[in-house]
Structures are given as C-alpha cells and as structure tokens.
C-alpha cells in the first residue's frame, strides 16, 4: 500500500496538475470558441452539430467509446503522466 504524500509534497503536486489542467480547459475553451459565433451581447452561439455530438460524449461512458475519441483522451492523460511519474520517483 502507497503511503500519503507529505503536507508539502502534496501541495506542490496539485499545484503541478492543476497547472496543466489549467492548460487543458484553456486549450479547449480556445477550440470551442472559435467553433462558436459570438453575438451581439458577447454570448456564444455553438454549431447545432457540435452540440449534438458533444452532448453525446457527454452521456458516453470512456469504455463505450469509438477508439478514436478513446485515443484522444489517452492524449490529455499524457501531458500529467511525466509529474505523476516524478513523484513517484521523488518519493513526493
């Protein structure tokens, strides 16, 4: 059994991941913005066919998805593997 992480390492851990999943939302709100038409009043109008594809992946467990939209999330998991596997290493 793993033991918990020190205080400190801890702290810096999260801080390390939430960085990049920072870096995720931000990448992803820049991809669904531009597919979207801005208004008038500022807000967003999204493509009906995205939508309706999104809210499908929405409502679709990982395991019941195509390979291809399975590989794309294996992509996002690969930007926080290199922190985990250094504080395994570190022993944070």
Do not use: N
């Not at 390390?16 to 531009?34: P, V």
């Not at 794309?72 to 290493?89: H, M, N, T």
């Amino acid at each position: 059994m793993a033991k918990p992480l020190a205080a400190d390492a801890r702290k810096t851990l999260v801080e390390r991941l939430a960085a990049i999943e920072h870096e995720r939302w931000s990448h992803w709100q820049r991809y669904m913005h531009g597919k979207a038409t801005k208004q008038e009043d500022g807000s967003l109008l999204i493509p009906a066919d995205l939508v309706e594809r999104w809210e499908k992946q929405i409502a679709t467990d990982y395991a019941d998805l195509p390979a291809d939209e399975q590989e794309s999330d294996k992509e996002q998991v690969e930007r926080y593997l290199p922190i985990i596997e250094d504080a395994f290493r570190s022993g944070e």
